[in-house]
């Protein structure tokens, strides 16, 4: 089976655990968790997830910050990310998308069609360690 | 309490005499450094208010421009978050009390004015501003703070309620999901305070675009079948036009409108019954309406139904899990859509809502003015806004403008590339992109390198800075609403009506002033004191720019032989290569940049030398 590593960057603990539980209703997900921008750097350089979901305002090193620093390391530069926020104003979403992330998604979210929104901004071949079946 | 917040107080008082006392008292009781400035009837404080950052306004509401009531509406609407202080009568409780409840601040009354009355009033103003940066700051929190918690209350509801951690037993079911309804209810009202403040103090930006109104009705309906099922409603659309009905809107607001409109009818339907909506396109409008079969708006809460926080009946809406905020946040959307939203009385019983939006052939057709006189000077207005742009047209049309509306910054970039206009206004906020940028297009085409621009704004801070501080040559900064005297005086201007580059005469050893020069003027370049005399015979110029260093300083020689072929006289711009020393220059046409280390300041000089020449001035000669 297919297993898509989505790295979770969120210091509200509680908000981990419930998008951990809605992530975990697809099948192939594989989730893990990190509660700030420095542990996100760090985690994403070794396990190298197919998509990572980074909370916007976090203490110390913010979101954007943390996708700036994602694509300076060419380890992590390729990865798709969603920003999850609970600011969504339609300027600032353009903003996100404009530093660089794949899509914006606005909390509070709905758990059960979580899953499925962040497998919509999967780019095709989002996991680059998934076995490819060959056609001819 | 401190009185410091408050630094630029305007008064408005057409009785001189009042207004010198007042200036006395106020000059004794206000904090040290409080700038007071006086007109004298509404227009010129509309005026400064829309120029100046004001921290409370003063008004005597008997002006000879403006009454009572009037004159107090028209001063909320020209600055509805300055403080305003109403000087009253003695004898005028009553005008008082309105004043009040129009939103002003406090009220002195004439004749009875002390120290005390005055440091009371800029005591509250002090207040009053000290509670708009908190309920800004309180906001921007609460959006965060209250959202936080809210994600993992209704995510932990939703994926119990959802089955994801297990079938749940009967009794456990059902409470659960009153908690997550309940959870989702509160998610909407923080969502709707928060869209209704945002709305209220113009913060919200419109994407406005071609929309498929039927495309947004079939969303809203997917998205509220849910909703429906509960109330045991079902919606229907009565589709009484089968093609595509565009219109322009920015489709998230108007699935918003669609989408409150609809909860709001399910909501007051009984059970069993249908909310039918229906699509008519009219000539250049689409109407769109939402029938449901309630039992109808009772007669007294008819005037209120609009009103923020209004029910009809409170014990009703806890009922009906309303917010009392949604159509108040629909009426207040279709006005920016320049669309309008009413209600009836439906036939056979229940409401009917209707909503009309202007159809984008319609609004697209607006766009380039035909019905101005041929020989119009044609001006490119780029303002999303249509009723603004329609209101500027109707003003410009009388004074012999003709203009032609750009309703996105692509928009105008291409109207502009395919005709030569001879001013365009920018509102600084457009759906595709900021006006500055749009600006800083235009300038790179050849032919819009010098064209007067002025800026249109909403707000009277956002990017004026950058403006300032980038070498994009705008003309002037206008706040909405726009002053329209001071625009046409503007647009009167001699570089707006010439709709030709600038000569400028150089006078100096070197051409590096002359390179710094060429983006904004012609130049012509001498180094020599007889030269000059012989480009100024051959030809006229509208500035010429002196170094003083020039065959020993006698280059300011030149300064009395500095006229055109009519004899007017050329302003001239004087700097100093060595930097060190600052020429004093007594003559009055003389304007003297700082420095030659300074190549830009000096551009800027010229560059408003140029933007206030005389109307004399001709074009060259041969």
């Known amino acids: 089976m297919t297993v898509i590593r989505i790295l979770l960057v969120d210091d509200e603990p509680d908000i981990r655990e419930v998008v951990d539980v809605s992530l975990g209703l697809d099948p192939e997900f594989k989730t893990r968790a990190c509660a700030s921008g420095a542990d996100a750097l760090a985690m994403a350089a070794e396990w190298l997830p197919s998509l990572i979901l980074l909370d916007v305002m976090m203490p110390l090193m913010d979101g954007p910050t943390t996708l ?15 920003f999850l926020t609970a600011r969504t104003q339609s300027g600032e979403i353009a903003h996100y998308i404009s530093l660089g992330a794949q899509g914006v998604l606005s909390k509070p979210f709905d758990p059960m069609t979580l899953a499925a929104s962040v497998r919509s901004h999967l780019p095709v ?9 060959q056609t001819t | 309490m401190s009185t410091k917040l408050i630094k630029a107080i305007l008064l408005v008082e057409d009785n001189p005499a009042d207004a010198r006392l007042l200036r006395e008292m106020f000059n004794e009781q206000g904090p040290h450094n409080t700038e007071l400035t006086h007109v004298d009837c509404m227009s010129a404080a509309e005026k400064h208010l829309s120029e100046r950052a004001v921290d409370m306004v003063l008004l005597d509401p008997g002006l000879p421009d403006a009454q009572g ?11 509805p978050r300055v403080p305003l202080v109403v000087l009253t009568g003695f004898d005028d409780e009553t005008l008082a009390e309105q004043a ?19 440091l009371r009033a800029l005591r509250y103003a002090t207040e009053r501003k000290r509670l708009e940066r908190l309920k800004d700051e309180f906001v921007s929190t609460v959006s965060h703070e209250l959202r936080t918690p809210l994600t993992s209350i209704s995510g932990s509801l939703g994926l119990l309620t959802g089955n994801a951690a297990g079938i749940l037993p009967d009794p456990m079911a059902r409470l659960l999901a009153i908690a997550h309804t309940n959870s989702q209810r509160l998610v909407r009202l923080v969502n709707d305070i928060l869209d209704i403040e945002k709305m209220e103090a113009g913060r919200v930006v419109f994407n406005f675009r071609r929309t498929d109104v039927r495309s947004v009705v079939e969303q809203a309906i997917d998205a509220n079948r849910g909703f429906a099922e509960g109330y045991g409603v079902r919606i229907r659309l009565e589709d009484a036009c089968a093609a595509a009905v565009d219109v322009r809107a920015d489709p998230d607001r108007l699935l918003q409108v669609v989408t409150n409109l609809l909860s709001n009818a399910i909501k007051f339907s009984p059970a069993n019954n249908e909310v039918v909506v229906a699509i008519e396109r009219g000539t250049d409008m689409v109407r769109l309406t939402v029938r449901d079969r309630g039992s109808g708006i009772p007669v007294d809460f008819k005037p209120l139904i609009f009103e923020k926080f209004a029910q009809a009946d409170a014990k009703d809406a806890r009922q009906k899990g309303g917010t009392g905020l949604g159509l108040s946040i629909v009426k207040q959307i279709v006005d920016r859509l320049s669309g309008e939203v009413g209600f009836a009385d439906a036939l056979g019983g229940g409401t009917i809502f209707h909503v009309h939006l202007p159809c984008w052939d319609h609004v697209a057709s607006l766009a380039i003015d035909r019905d101005s006189k041929p020989d119009s000077v044609r001006l490119l207005l780029c303002e999303d806004d249509l009723d603004t742009a329609l ?3 109707e003003q410009l049309r009388q004074n012999g403008f003709a203009t032609d509306f750009a309703y996105s910054a692509g928009d105008a970039f291409t109207c502009a590339a395919a005709t030569q206009y001879r001013a365009i206004l920018v509102d600084i906020h457009l759906p595709d992109g900021d006006g500055i940028s749009l600006i800083v297009r235009l300038r790179e085409l050849p032919q819009y390198r010098d064209t007067s621009i002025i800026v249109i704004s909403a707000d009277p801070n956002r990017g004026r800075e950058d403006l300032r501080s980038s070498k994009l040559n705008v003309l002037d900064w206008l706040n909405k609403p726009v002053d329209f005297d001071r625009l046409m005086r503007l647009l009167l201007k001699p570089v707006v009506r010439a709709n030709r580059r600038p000569r400028i005469l150089h006078v100096d050893e070197d051409d590096i002033v002359a390179r710094a020069l060429n ?3 012609d130049v012509v370049t001498v180094n020599s004191i007889e030269a000059a005399q012989r480009a ?6 509208d500035l010429a720019v002196l170094d003083v260093a020039l065959a020993n300083g006698a280059s300011l020689d030149l300064l009395p032989e500095l006229r055109d072929s009519k004899g007017n006289v050329i302003p001239v711009v004087v700097f100093s ?45 041969a």
């Open chain 1, 68 to 82: 700036a620093n994602l694509r300076k390391n060419p380890r992590t530069a390729h990865i798709p990310v969603l």
């Open chain 1, 125 to 133: 071949w989002a996991d680059h360690h998934a076995p490819v079946e």
């Open chain 2, 69 to 79: 009531l009037g004159a107090i509406r028209r001063a909320r609407a020209a600055a």
């Open chain 2, 100 to 118: 009040l409840q129009e939103g002003a601040q406090d009220y002195l009354i004439k004749g009875q004015i002390d120290a005390r009355g005055i």
């Open chain 2, 391 to 393: 209101t500027l047209r």
């Open chain 2, 519 to 521: 983006d904004i003027a």
């Open chain 2, 536 to 541: 100024l015979k051959a030809s006229d110029f």
């Open chain 2, 577 to 621: 290569a060595q930097g060190a020393s600052l020429m004093d220059v007594a003559d009055e046409q003389a304007a003297l940049a700082k420095s030659h280390a300074s190549i830009d300041s000096l551009v800027a000089t010229v560059r408003d030398r140029l933007a206030s020449r005389p109307e004399s001035v001709s074009g060259a000669t």
